[in-house]
Every structure is written in structure tokens, then in C-alpha cells.
């Protein structure tokens, strides 16, 4: 399974973009599919959340009302629309992919995307 992030780039505050997550050689329908970030010296922290069939949802506080994921299936792709940016939001971003709810560790990871947001 490879999973491959695109969408990042450099955004102003207030602002949208959206970062697409590409999954390859397994049955995309049957993961759990979640994205994190990871902000210069910080631990990397969950993001979002989704579920087989777009259920499950789950946000980050931080993000909550802000964000939204979403997934197709047919596509094997899972997007995360971030609106309102803030410079805080400013991390490489990953998504992870696993066929448990809540695994101990994620099985797949991708390369990251990175999004920076200006003031």
C-alpha cells in the first residue's frame, strides 16, 4: 500500500486549501483514513479522522469547525478542506491509513505535504 499526499503549498490567514491523499495497491474502502501534522519542533499531532464510508468522523479540536475530510471511494482518495487558515496550521501534513478504528500504530503513512500559512 503507498499513500501519496499533494495539495500543499503557501497560503495566506483566513484562508482555504484543500490536500488530497492518493492510496494505491490495497482496498482503499476498507481503511480508516486520518491526517496529521507535524509543525517544525512538535510532536506530530492527529488532525482528522474518517471512516469506511465517510462515518466516524473525528477533528482535532485545534481544527474543529475549521476543517472537514472527506473520502471517494471510487477515487481511493481522501481530502482534507482546511478553511480559515491560521499560521499555527503550518505543518507538513500526513495522512495515515489503517483497517482498525483505533490501531495502537498506523500501518501506512505517506510523505507529508506541506502547508504554510502567512499572517
Known amino acids: 500500500v503507498q499513500l501519496v499526499e499533494s495539495g500543499g503549498g503557501l497560503v495566506q490567514a483566513g484562508g482555504s486549501l484543500r490536500i488530497s491523499c492518493v492510496m494505491s495497491?490495497?482496498?482503499?474502502?476498507?481503511?480508516?483514513m486520518v491526517w496529521f501534522r507535524q509543525a517544525p519542533g512538535k510532536e506530530r499531532e492527529f488532525v482528522a479522522r474518517i471512516g469506511w464510508s465517510g462515518d466516524w468522523l473525528l477533528y482535532a479540536d485545534s481544527v474543529k469547525g475549521r476543517f472537514t475530510i472527506s473520502r471517494d471511494n471510487a477515487q481511493n482518495t481522501v481530502y482534507l478542506q482546511m478553511d480559515s487558515l491560521k499560521p499555527e496550521d503550518t505543518a507538513v501534513y500526513y495522512c495515515?491509513?489503517?483497517?482498525?478504528?483505533?490501531?495502537?500504530?498506523?500501518?501506512?503513512w505517506g510523505q507529508g505535504t506541506q502547508v504554510t500559512v502567512s499572517s
Open positions: 495515515a491509513a489503517d483497517p482498525l478504528l483505533t490501531p495502537v500504530s498506523y500501518d501506512y
Open positions: 495497491g490495497g482496498t482503499f474502502s476498507r481503511y480508516y
